[in-house]
């Protein structure tokens, strides 16, 4: 095994997020602000973000998620996502991606999202 195979390997399967920005916690607020219809709990609770990226030009990169890859709302959420960000004052742009890898699960719901739910 190579050593460049031993990086990608070792390579954590979300990206980080940059919680130290100015912006971060604005931009988690207006994620929760954006809920799936079938479910009574906002996006980020859910667990459904991944990656909050901002970069120090103020350009916010969103990598989420959604319950299941045939989510009847996949082609709008990301959308009201960046429809929830971009008003943020210093925001400069929005950019938001989905992936399905790795899986989302009931396990990355907050400790709130799974009380809301009668997970505990």
């Avoid at 459904?48 to 989420?64: A, G, H, K, P, S």
């Avoid at 938001?96 to 739910?117: H, Q």
């Amino acid at each position: 095994m190579t050593e460049a195979t031993q990086h990608i390997e070792g390579a954590p399967l979300i990206a980080p997020s940059t919680p130290e920005h100015p912006l971060f916690d604005d931009v988690v607020a207006a994620c929760r602000t954006v809920f799936d219809p079938e479910i009574p709990v906002n996006i980020y609770d859910l667990g459904l973000i991944y990656t909050i990226d901002i970069t120090e030009d103020n350009v916010v990169r969103v990598i989420m998620t959604l319950t299941a890859p045939g989510c009847p709302v996949a082609g709008e959420m990301p959308g009201w996502l960046a429809d929830a960000i971009e008003p943020l004052p210093g925001v400069k742009q929005v950019d938001v991606s989905m992936t399905f890898d790795p899986p989302w699960g009931m396990e990355m719901m907050s400790d709130e999202a799974r009380l809301e739910l009668g997970f505990m």
